[in-house]
């Protein structure tokens, strides 16, 4: 993980410039327990942190679990008209 600290409260995403897709609810170590709607609260790796920086999260969801990835998916499709 990037040394610049995260805080709890700081917005996460999937790259910059995109939409959040969850909100990170605690620090450790080695990850970071972030909740993800459609889904909850989910750890994500520290290794899949790309990005700390202006109150935001940036990962790498590729390195993320399957059924992760689908949340975040779906997550922004509830966010788009007509989805």
């Not at 909100?23 to 993800?36: D, E, I, K, Q, S």
């Not at 709607?37 to 520290?46: F, K, L, M, N, Y």
């Not at 990835?69 to 499709?77: E, G, L, M, S, T």
């Amino acid at each position: 993980m990037p040394h610049t600290a995260v805080s709890i409260g700081d917005q996460v995403f999937a790259h910059d410039g995109g939409e959040a897709f969850g909100a990170v609810r605690g620090v450790h170590a080695h990850a970071l327990l972030v909740y993800v709607e459609g889904i909850g609260d989910v750890t994500v790796p520290a290794a899949a942190v790309t990005a700390v920086h202006a109150d935001k999260v940036v990962v790498n969801v590729k390195q993320l679990p399957d059924d992760i990835q689908r949340a975040i998916n779906k997550a922004h499709n509830r966010e788009e008209p007509g989805a």
